[in-house]
């Protein structure tokens, strides 16, 4: 199957990127949200972001109409129903997406492969809230979703290989990198990535260093481009929070029972940039 038309379910931070890429690809994407204020917040970061690309030299401006244009703004999820794929981008909680691929199911045809972006939730157990598990499958997309360029690409048990072939040749033809993984809590990176925001979490907790020695030790140490209490900030504590609670839970194992001031944090409500406030203080 060739995709040349995208639904994207949730136009928040992953949701505004994926249709982004989508559409600066050539793609048709109908981007859904359930409030207009949110679709023009969506469409407002694109229009930012790609303005950025032109300053850093990367896209012209001609492009950048071009992939506006490919853009459109719907408030009812029933918009998916003429596109082949849909993708799901909403926040980590199981009932609500269960609630939309069950939506979907009857609202698009028996040929359209629905996707999530979940970042850590079983895709099979979604899959089984509608009447195609094979045609379901996970598209995890890093963020920010134009500058990187890996995709996970989650199987679940019941994922057939020709929707694998289909979306892993559709991410090859929107620059990504697709990796392959089977269907266990976390997949790859945020299995080996969390606990590791966790364990510097701890190391805070406990007076081992300050929050701008721990992320120093591990750029200068370990050569990562930012350190882990500055990454769990931009990536949201609440995100981080519930990915390591999936993995307490589904594995069972008390090497991932989330630190206590993570939780603490998030129930202070201090998620990190995007609230100003989270193992650093923001004033941007």
């Known amino acids: 199957m060739d995709i040349k038309e995208v639904a994207v379910i949730g136009g928040g931070t992953m949701g505004n990127g994926i249709a982004h890429v989508m559409a600066q690809n050539g793609l048709k994407v109908v981007l859904v949200d359930v409030k207009q204020e949110y679709l023009d917040r969506a469409f407002g970061t694109i229009?930012?972001?790609l303005e950025r690309q032109v300053k850093k030299g990367v896209i012209d401006t001609?492009?950048?109409?071009?992939?506006l244009a490919n853009i459109t703004l719907s408030l009812k999820i029933e918009s998916a129903r003429e596109t082949p794929l849909v993708i799901e981008a909403v926040q980590e909680n199981m009932n609500i997406k269960k609630d939309i691929f069950q939506t979907l199911d009857k609202t698009c045809p028996a040929t359209t492969i629905i996707a999530s972006n979940t970042s850590s939730l079983p895709i099979t157990a979604i899959a089984a809230a509608t009447s195609r598990p094979t045609k379901v499958i996970g598209?995890?997309?890093m963020n920010p979703?134009?500058?990187m360029k890996l995709v996970e690409v989650i199987r679940g048990i019941a994922t057939s290989d020709e929707t694998f072939e289909t979306i892993k040749n559709l991410c090859l033809a929107i620059g990504k990198t697709p990796i392959e993984a089977n269907d266990y809590p976390g997949f790859?990176?945020?299995r080996i990535l969390m606990p590791m925001l966790n364990e510097a979490a701890f190391c805070l907790m406990e007076g081992v260093a300050s929050a701008d020695d721990i992320d120093t030790v591990m750029k200068l140490g370990a050569?990562?481009?930012m350190g882990p209490l500055y990454l769990a900030d931009f990536i949201g504590l609440d995100i981080c929070l519930a990915i390591m609670e999936t993995l307490y839970k589904g594995y069972n194992d008390s090497k991932y029972?989330?630190?206590p001031l993570l939780r603490k944090l998030v129930q202070a409500g201090h998620l990190g940039r995007k609230t100003g406030r989270g193992f650093y203080e923001y004033n941007d």
Not at 62 to 67: F, G, K
């Open 47 to 49: 229009k930012r972001n």
């Open 62 to 67: 001609q492009l950048v109409s071009a992939t």
């Open 139 to 141: 598209m995890h997309f």
């Open 145 to 147: 979703v134009p500058m």
């Open 188 to 190: 790859v990176a945020n």
């Open 223 to 225: 050569g990562h481009p």
């Open 257 to 259: 029972r989330p630190c």
